[in-house]
Nanobody, 114 residues
Framework: QVQLVESGGGLVQAGGSLRLSCAAS????????MGWYRQAPGERELVARI??????NYADSAKGRFTISRDNEKNTVYLQMNGLKSEDTAVYYC?????????WGQGTQVTVSS
């Protein structure tokens, strides 16, 4: 059973930064992609994703402020978030995708105060 454990969420003032971490229970190269999603009241939306080949893509709202990266030896994916805004407040979920299968972490709360 794949396990994804997120950490790094918290309360931060607008304009501040946070780095989220997602530790996987197996090699992240076992998956087609790893990503970060978030959910405020409403639907869960993609924030950023990195493929096994290293390609990245970002939601428009994240471009220029957030950076997804990975540490292959630690089986960990990161989301560096800078210039946080109140609208970034949400529960952030780590995702691992393998074809039709999606695995999710338990989520970590990010709250940005204005």
């Amino acid at each position: 059973q794949v396990q994804l454990v997120e950490s790094g969420g918290g309360l931060v003032q607008a304009g501040g930064s946070l780095r989220l971490s997602c530790a996987a229970s197996e090699s992240i190269f076992n998956f087609n992609s790893m990503g970060w999603y978030r959910q405020a009241p409403g639907e869960r939306e993609l924030v950023a994703r990195i493929t096994v080949g290293g390609n990245t893509n970002y939601a428009d709202s994240a471009k220029g402020r957030f950076t997804i990266s990975r540490d292959n030896e630690k089986n960990t994916v990161y989301l560096q978030m800078n210039g946080l805004k109140s609208e970034d407040t949400a529960v952030y979920y780590c995702n691992a995708n393998l074809l039709t299968r999606n695995y999710w972490g338990q989520g970590t709360q990010v709250t940005v105060s204005s």
